[in-house]
T-cell receptor
């Protein structure tokens, strides 16, 4: 079945440092891929997405490129801020044409803490 | 446009009681999914509703149930609450509940069972 593996956390960085959070997936075909972010005390917000191979999703300075050859969708940001401190989830949507309606497959989440 | 609205935001219940949580999806979205989030288990899928029909269900006991109304609003119910039911309950709305369409989450209901 579908699965998502994220790098182990937590990740602690100083402000303006470079961020990479690794995400690899196992799925049938070439699904869309999502990154969600959860700020303390909040629900999940869609950060960015890519709908096909070689697509680059970007938002708020974050980027991720859909690499089908390595089945990866790593999240990067060139210069993190304290306000980026949150939990980040890589996710697969339900397989189009399948029966896993409404069920996103999430990675385990990576806690990011950014210090001033 | 309005986002996904979950009510209430916080609940404290006693073991053995039951609870009902509500989710109003984005206008035009007919699919509503529910998730339980705990520190130990992460995000676990509960069930999905589309046009008032449950199409998918996760691996939870029968104490967890849900329904969807004709306006796409959804409720989930947990009966005979246990301490382990303490969690953040999230709902997500989507246009179709499959494929590439985005999933928008609400802010969640924090349930504490004492």
């Amino acid at each position: 079945g579908d699965s998502v593996t994220q790098m182990e956390g937590p990740v602690t960085l100083s402000e303006e440092a470079f961020l990479t959070i690794n995400c690899t997936y196992t799925a049938t075909g070439y699904p869309s891929l999502f990154w969600y972010v959860q700020y303390p005390g909040e629900g999940l917000q869609l950060l960015l997405k890519a709908t096909k191979a070689d697509d680059k999703g970007s938002n708020k300075g974050f980027e991720a490129t859909y690499r089908k050859e390595t089945t990866s969708f790593h999240l990067e940001k060139g210069s993190v801020q304290v306000s980026d401190s949150a939990v980040y989830f890589c996710a697969l949507p339900p397989n189009a044409g399948g029966t896993s309606y409404g069920k996103l497959t999430f990675g385990q989440g990576t806690i990011l803490t950014v210090h001033p | 446009k309005a986002g996904v609205t979950q009510t209430p935001r916080y609940l404290i219940k006693t073991r053995g009681q039951q609870v009902t949580l509500s989710c109003s999806p984005i206008s035009g979205h007919r699919s509503v999914s529910w998730y339980q989030q705990t520190p130990g288990q992460g995000l676990q899928f509960l069930f999905e509703y589309f046009s008032e029909t449950q199409r998918n269900k996760g691996n939870f006991p029968g104490r967890f149930s849900g329904r969807q109304f004709s306006n796409s609003r959804s409720e989930m119910n947990v009966s005979t609450l246990e301490l382990g039911d303490s969690a953040l309950y999230l709902c997500a709305s989507s246009r179709e509940g499959a494929g590439t369409y985005g999933y928008t989450f609400g802010s969640g209901t924090r349930l504490t069972v004492v």
